[in-house]
Structure formats: structure tokens, C-alpha cells
């Protein structure tokens, strides 16, 4: 688990293909690694990796197909900037959410906005994602625990102040440019609990929680 608050920007030192996969060499920079032990997790722009060689000055971590494929690490080089922050421990101070590290969809930077001394930012998620999104709700974006000010069906916008984009990657982020997307983990447990017995229902993999199914079961009124 994580909270989405950046502690460091790193850099791809390497991407290697190993076996049929890819394994990933991470410079950290700032991040402290003196308390970080073989197989301990790190996000890079909020995908969950684990530590399986500490060479010293970053680490490295074995990238599955699964993860390339379902997330924006394709998108990563040699040199590439990331963000990168160490797993919860019992004292952590949760500054940002609860995230889990495990990326529900990508999404795409469609604008930019400069606001005073912010940036705004507006995003596009993908059309499955769009119900868990909320007004003033939490997402994160690349690792980074942010705050919904706005949203427009698939779209929404936040607003990024100097602190974030100056300890996080986003100062980079110009239209047209791929993100790790994670809703918030109670939006994703509450469909679930909503469909009571019927979780136990094989599904085609999309979603059965639909208008009708929350009238027949008491959660909307006619």
C-alpha cells in the first residue's frame, strides 16, 4: 500500500528484455533506500514493483506482460523521468489516500492550462473508469494522490499547485501524453458490495451494477 504522496523523481537508468518480459533499472535520486531489503515494493508512476536487485543507487524490478500491457510503462526509455514512493509502514503518515499500486486503466493528458501560479490539467479516462470519478473525490495519476475538481463524463480536470509540480513529474505533462491511472479502492469495493449475492455470478467482465439493477434492489427511488 502507498499514499500517493511523491517522495522522490527517479529516472529509467535501463529497460531490458529478460524471458519474455522486461526488467527495469531505476535510478532514485533523493529516495532513501537505507531501510529498503530484496523483494520490499516501490511505485514508479504509481505502478507496484518489486525490489529484486539494490545495486546502490536505485534498484531494479522485474515488469511483467501483464503490467506493459496494462498500464503506460511501454511508454517508458532510458531517461525517463518517474516518481517513485516506498510502501506504507505502520508509522507513515497518510498524507494523500489509500492506493494500492495496482493501475486500473491508462489515461490521456488532452489539455493544459495555466491558472495563477498552478497548472490545471484536464484528463481523459477511459470510458469504464468514468463511474468511479467523483467532484472533489480522490484519484491518482502517476502515482501522485490528487483531487477531482471537475468532471465531464470521461474527463476531469485538476488543478496542480507549484509544490506538486515541482516535486512530482507532472511540470512535464503536455497534451497527448499516456498516464497511470488508480481509481479510489472504496469506489471499487462499494460496486462490488452492491451487487450482494450476485458477486458470485460469472460475469462477461463488465459491470452488472446498472440503473435498473439499483431500482430493483431498494438504492433508487422511482
Do not use: W
Amino acid at each position: 500500500m502507498f499514499t500517493g504522496i511523491i517522495e522522490s523523481i527517479g529516472s529509467i537508468r535501463a529497460l531490458t528484455p529478460k524471458g519474455g518480459d522486461v526488467r527495469v533499472y531505476v535510478e532514485t535520486g533523493k529516495l532513501d533506500l537505507s531501510d529498503v531489503k530484496l523483494g520490499d515494493s516501490i511505485a514508479v508512476n504509481g505502478v507496484c514493483l518489486t525490489a529484486v536487485e539494490l545495486p546502490g543507487n536505485g534498484f531494479a524490478a522485474d515488469v511483467s506482460r501483464e503490467t506493459l500491457d496494462c498500464t503506460a510503462m511501454n511508454d517508458l526509455k532510458s531517461g525517463s523521468p518517474v516518481n517513485l514512493e516506498k510502501a506504507l509502514t505502520p508509522t507513515t503518515r497518510l498524507g494523500g489516500h489509500l492506493v494500492s499500486g495496482h493501475v486500473d486503466g491508462v489515461g490521456e493528458v488532452v489539455a493544459r492550462t495555466e491558472n495563477a501560479r498552478a497548472v490545471e490539467f484536464r484528463i481523459r479516462a477511459p470510458k469504464d473508469l468514468a463511474k468511479y470519478i467523483a467532484h472533489k473525490g480522490s484519484i491518482t495519476v502517476d502515482g501522485t494522490s490528487l483531487t477531482v475538481n471537475a468532471v465531464d463524463g470521461a474527463e476531469f480536470l485538476l488543478t496542480i499547485i507549484p509544490h506538486t509540480l515541482s516535486e512530482t513529474i507532472m511540470a512535464s505533462y503536455q497534451p497527448g501524453r499516456r498516464v497511470n491511472l488508480e481509481v479510489d479502492l472504496l469506489a471499487r469495493y462499494l460496486e462490488r458490495l452492491l451487487l450482494g449475492d450476485k458477486a458470485a455470478e460469472p460475469t462477461s467482465g463488465s459491470s452488472t451494477i446498472t440503473e435498473s439493477f439499483l431500482a430493483a434492489n431498494g438504492y433508487l427511488k422511482s
